[in-house]
Each structure stands twice: as structure tokens, then as C-alpha cells.
């Protein structure tokens, strides 16, 4: 009996020659992004050739490539532009491409057993433990992103505040858990209640002050209000760098008053709890290292190609019990490839995970915190720099104070009343996308539609956004 031909390349020869022309295309496409629009829509004709019938034969590997290279490489997203500042994306790096080949070629599976690839995960969880000062007691997962993160972390509070019993019982009947965050909290807090069951509702929005940052006063009376009405506090979620405007919650009281409660402290700090990467911002994150866990990204300030994010929880053991499940097929043992316990599975919902860890560790080895965090720094720099650019400008208004990265204003011609100014907003982000020279995103602050430039982005220089303001002047006439 003949050999079954496998998946594997017929001719190895040929597929070494073919990856190789096809990493090269892949370079090819970094380096040659300054020069290129920021963003340009995806043609109609590679639209519809992407709504073809499922594929019954497959197709030569250099004819795909080149369709890759041609149609998709670019009309990216942008977020590999130095004028990129819409939402909070990463700008990844071209190192990027190194980890994400190896791992392909591992395709190691990181639910648990006894392998090399859950070795790094545990170095870097080790080295996240080290960047936020938490006890060798801590533990955490290398997850998809923030989102997931949150999941996570506020199962593992609803567990241990609400008891274990709810994960065989539920809600029902339980205890009724409340939690709160500031009005300014990311929507995947709310979400995560949703999905735990807990609902929206028991997410307290508490308000903030005039620098965007929760007011601890509201928040104790919000406690206090809902011990009265003989609900059960379990957690409280402070923000290290709000999406709508990159401020930080004040850690250090949401820190005293957990205490004084017994609540779990979960901090959102999607990328602004990556600023204790620099001595010249640690100090706004002050009490970061006393919460009871926080969810962070890789592929945002850190600049790790998507995706990857990181949960860090103050005791692993919490975060164990709220997950663990070891049926027959998936038992243990002392030696051999089902070593190893206990197994990541034990920590979150996947049971299959690939190995993000690897592109997170070859990043933070390949770079050192030292020089990520000069470039957060420098970015928290750029912010401050455009806000007094906006400042100087005449007809452009600054409408928030800048903490970290994020800067909103809008421009502001006169004789236009308040609809009108936000119409005109509006389509100057879209006149500034459509034509690819920059590409911030837009909120509403104050009932007031904002350009948004949030500057999580290594390649952005002072002159990118000298730039970007005169673009925005010069449709702020045309288009008015
Ligand atoms: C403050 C904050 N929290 C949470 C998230 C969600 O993170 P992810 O998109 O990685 O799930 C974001 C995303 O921008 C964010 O800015």
C-alpha cells in the first residue's frame, strides 16, 4: 500500500522558496507604510471576490499568496500607520512577524500538559507579576484581549465573594451582588456583569469629577446604599486610562475603600496600565499594585501584533477555583506529557488556547521594558503637545484635560450653533480617514462630538500631528 498523501508540501523545496518570497512580501508591506494612505477603503471588486462558494479543491500556494499581497495587505485597518490615533489600537512592529512564524510552526496547544510553550507563559506571567509588584502568590492567563481579561477576573470575584456554590447553583436564589465603576468604565465591564449573569443593572455607574475620574464620595454613598437595601457588594472596578479620554481613576482611595468593604479591586487598565513601565508615569498609577487584579493588554501600548491580552489576579488560587474542571479525558499525572498540573484550562474558559505567550515574550525580551515605556512616555508627551497645539490654534477647542495619551477637541469656526459643529466634526474625521492622512476616531464629551486622537502608537512623531492639526484647520474651512 502506497503512501496517503498528507497536508503537508509535496515539495518541500518549492514551499521553502514560496514562504520565503512571501515573508518577504510581508516586509515589503511594513517598510513601505509611511508611505502609503493611512487608511483607504476596501475596493468593491475584492469585496465580491471575498463572497465566493465554499472551496471544494484548493489552490496553488503562490496564487494565494499573491491575492493576500495584492488585496488585502493594503487596506488594513491603518493601525500600522505613524498617523494612526483612532480608538486605542497598537501599532505592532515588524519583529512581530518573527514569534507569530515560530509559533505557527510549534502549533502548540496551551490548555495544559507538560511542554516548552507553557513554560514561557509562565515566565511571562512571572514577568507581569514583576512589572505591577503583585506576590509570588499571584497568578494570570495570556488571553485575547481586555474583554476577556475582565471576564476572568470578575468570575473569579463573583466566586469568591458570592461563594462556589454558585457555580453549580447559579444565581438563583443566590446572594444579589452589586459592583461599581465610574460612568467613564469601558462597555465590556457592563457586558461582563451581562454574561455572568449578574446583569447590568448591578453595575453601578458611579459619577466622575471635572478630570474624568471617579468621585470617591459618590462611590462610598453607593455602598453604602446598597448595604442598606440588603444587597451584597462584591467588587469595584477602577479605570487606569478611560477610553473616552485616558483618565485614571484615583487607585490608591478605590484601594482604601475595598478594603474598608472587603471588595475585590479589579482594574480595567486596557493600556494605560502600561504606563508603570516609566518612571514618568508610573506615579499617576499609584495603588495599581494594591488592587486584587487587572486586565491589560499586550496589543496596545506594548505594541505586541494582535492579539494579546493578560490577566493578572492577586491569588491564583481565586482565579483557579472560579474555572478549574478536570474530567476523565483530561486528567493529570506526575510524570510524562500529562504532567505538568495544573493546567492553564483550570484558569479561564478555553480549553484550546494557542501560544500568544511566545510573541509576548520575544517582544518584551526582544525590546526591554526600559525602551517600551520611554515609548509610552513619549507618547503621553505627543498628547500634551497637541492639546497645547489645539490650545494655540485659533478656532480649535480643547474639551478635556489630558492625563495620559488621549487628546479631544474639535474645531470650532464661528456662526455655527451646536448641531451644526457636531455635523461638521464629524465629517472633518471622515474627510481625514477617506483621504488617508490620518486617522483619529470620534466621542462625545459633554454632549459634545470630539476628534479623538488617542496616541498609542511607537512611530508617531510631533510632526505627525503638527500635520494632523493643520489637515483639520484647513477642513474645518473647506468643509464649514
Ligand atoms: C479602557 C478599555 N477597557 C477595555 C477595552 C477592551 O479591550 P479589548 O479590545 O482588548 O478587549 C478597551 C479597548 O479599547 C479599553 O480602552
Redesign the pocket.
Known amino acids: 500500500m502506497g503512501r496517503k498523501p498528507t497536508l503537508d508540501p509535496e515539495n518541500w523545496a518549492d514551499f521553502r522558496a514560496q514562504s520565503h518570497a512571501a515573508l518577504d512580501a510581508a516586509i515589503d508591506h511594513m517598510e513601505g507604510r509611511s508611505g502609503q494612505p493611512v487608511w483607504q477603503p476596501v475596493p468593491e471588486n475584492i469585496r465580491k471576490s471575498l463572497q465566493q462558494e465554499l472551496p471544494l479543491e484548493g489552490q496553488p500556494r503562490a496564487a494565494l499568496c499573491k491575492r493576500i499581497a495584492q488585496d488585502f495587505l493594503p487596506y488594513n485597518v491603518g493601525n500600522t500607520h505613524a498617523r494612526f490615533f483612532g480608538?486605542?489600537h497598537g501599532a505592532g512592529t515588524p519583529d512581530g512577524l518573527i514569534p507569530e512564524m515560530f509559533t505557527a510552526a510549534m502549533n502548540a496547544n496551551l490548555g495544559g500538559r507538560d511542554h516548552v510553550a507553557i513554560d514561557v507563559e509562565k515566565q511571562v506571567i512571572d514577568w507581569c507579576r514583576q512589572m505591577f509588584s503583585f506576590p509570588e502568590s499571584a497568578g494570570g492567563l495570556v488571553v485575547?484581549?481586555?474583554?476577556?481579561a475582565?471576564l476572568i477576573a470578575l468570575k473569579s470575584a463573583r466566586e469568591k465573594h458570592g461563594g462556589l456554590g454558585l457555580r453549580a447553583s447559579g444565581l438563583q436564589g443566590g446572594p444579589r451582588l452589586v459592583g461599581y465603576a465610574s460612568t467613564q468604565a469601558?462597555s465590556?465591564i457592563a457586558r461582563t456583569f451581562d454574561i455572568l449573569g449578574l446583569g447590568k443593572d448591578a453595575l453601578r455607574a458611579i459619577p466622575v469629577d471635572g478630570d474624568y475620574r471617579m468621585d470617591v464620595a459618590a462611590l462610598r454613598a453607593a455602598i453604602e446604599r446598597d448595604l442598606a437595601d440588603g444587597l451584597q457588594p462584591f467588587c469595584v472596578i477602577g479605570?487606569a486610562?478611560?477610553?473616552n479620554v485616558g483618565s485614571v481613576d484615583p487607585l490608591r482611595e478605590l484601594a482604601d475603600i475595598a478594603g474598608e468593604f472587603d471588595l475585590w479591586l479589579h482594574v480595567?487598565g486596557?493600556?494605560?496600565a502600561l504606563a508603570v513601565l516609566n518612571s514618568r508615569t508610573r506615579d499617576l498609577l499609584e495603588g495599581i499594585e494594591r488592587s486584587t487584579s487587572i486586565?491589560f493588554?499586550f496589543?496596545?501600548w506594548m505594541h505586541v501584533n494582535y492579539?494579546a491580552?493578560f490577566v493578572l489576579i492577586r491569588r491564583a488560587e481565586d482565579q483557579r477555583r472560579a474555572f478549574s474542571e478536570r474530567p476523565d479525558y483530561l486528567e493529570g499525572a506526575a510524570r510524562g506529557l500529562a504532567a505538568g498540573n495544573p493546567w492553564f484550562c483550570e484558569y479561564g474558559p478555553e480549553l484550546s488556547r494557542g501560544f500568544r505567550a511566545l510573541k509576548i515574550w520575544y517582544h518584551l525580551s526582544r525590546f526591554g521594558t526600559r525602551r517600551i515605556g520611554e515609548k509610552i512616555a513619549d507618547n503621553c508627551d505627543q498628547a500634551q503637545a497637541l492639546a497645547g497645539m489645539v490650545r494655540r490654534a485659533n478656532g480649535l477647542e480643547l474639551l478635556a484635560p489630558v492625563a495620559l495619551n488621549i487628546t479631544c477637541f474639535r474645531a470650532v469656526p464661528d456662526g455655527l450653533d451646536a448641531v451644526a459643529l457636531d455635523d461638521l466634526n464629524a465629517r472633518i474625521v471622515v474627510a481625514l480617514q477617506e483621504r488617508g492622512l490620518a486617522a483619529p476616531s470620534t466621542t462625545r464629551l459633554g454632549g459634545k462630538l470630539a476628534i479623538r486622537v488617542n496616541i498609542t502608537n511607537h512611530r508617531t512623531q510631533i510632526a505627525d500631528l503638527e500635520f494632523l492639526v493643520a489637515r483639520v484647520l484647513e477642513l474645518a474651512k473647506g468643509l464649514a
Open positions: 480608538w486605542v485575547s484581549g481586555t474583554s476577556m475582565t469601558h465590556c479605570t486610562g478611560t477610553v480595567d486596557a493600556f494605560g486586565a493588554d496589543h496596545k492579539d491580552g
